[in-house]
């Protein structure tokens, strides 16, 4: 599958963002869609994930009730909403694609090019 990210910038610590991602090719084996975020220094983390079919959505704890993933079927497209976005939420966000929803970027086969989500203070 091939994941094709729009989105990102300059938001101000507060402020709202929003990323998509469209997969394209999806087969058996793209089951499941996450966002992960990698910041300078750090590891990839996960941030949300979600499976095509179930109504189940999983959040890091760190954006539980500021950002919202969500998807529509029909454009083979997810989102992320991210509001009151803070000083941590400065990264690169990646969508992937898997066969299972976890937490663990070992589970996902396939990996958007990235976008770059900047705050100001």
């Known amino acids: 599958v091939q994941l094709v990210q729009s989105g990102g910038g300059v938001v101000q610590a507060g402020g709202s963002l929003r990323l998509s991602c469209v997969a394209s090719?999806?087969?058996?084996?793209?089951?499941?869609m996450a966002w992960f975020r990698q910041a300078p220094g750090k590891k990839r983390e996960f941030v949300a994930g979600?499976?095509?079919?179930?109504?189940?959505?999983y959040y890091a704890d760190a954006v539980k009730g500021r950002f919202s993933m969500s998807r529509d079927v029909a454009k083979d497209t997810v989102y992320l909403q991210m509001d009151s976005v803070g000083p941590e939420g400065a990264a690169v966000y990646y969508c992937?694609?898997?066969?299972?929803?976890?937490?663990?970027?070992?589970?996902?086969?396939?990996w958007g090019q990235g976008t770059q989500a900047t705050v100001s203070s």
């Open positions: 979600m499976s095509w079919s179930a109504p189940r959505i």
């Open positions: 090719g999806r087969a058996y084996d793209s089951l499941a």
């Open positions: 992937a694609s898997g066969m299972g929803v976890g937490r663990r970027k070992e589970r996902y086969n396939d």
